[in-house]
Each structure stands twice: as C-alpha cells, then as structure tokens.
C-alpha cells in the first residue's frame, strides 16, 4: 500500500511502515509492536528499509510520470 498526502509519501508491508518526508531522514515502524510510530526502525533494519524505499520510488515513477 503507498500513499501521498503533500511532499510525504509512506509504504506499508506488512507489519512495515515507511515513512518518507521531504529534508526529514527516513523513518520504519513495525505497526505490531508500535502502533503509535514512536520507535525509528530504519536503523535496527537497512535491508528492510532499502526495499521499501525502493518499492515506494519504483511506485512514485509509475504514478508520477
């Protein structure tokens, strides 16, 4: 699932949310364990955040042509 709301765009995948802002680094949340998006994951899992980055910009190109 992707999602634009203004210069933010997020991804979600499973139990995984991406959240991209514009001049903001990079944020994963694991929606099971944290809900209320206030431990940064993106850290802890590069692999995981690559591939949502990478889904979510092959996305943007697709749509925003």
Do not use: C, T
């Amino acid at each position: 699932l992707f999602w634009q709301h203004g210069k933010e765009y997020a991804v979600r995948s499973g139990k995984w949310k991406l959240l991209l802002a514009e001049n903001e680094k990079i944020k994963l949340f694991d929606l099971e364990k944290d809900i209320e998006e206030q431990h940064d994951l993106a850290e802890k899992h590069p692999d995981i955040k690559q591939e949502l980055l990478d889904a979510l910009e092959s996305w943007k190109n697709e749509v925003f042509k």
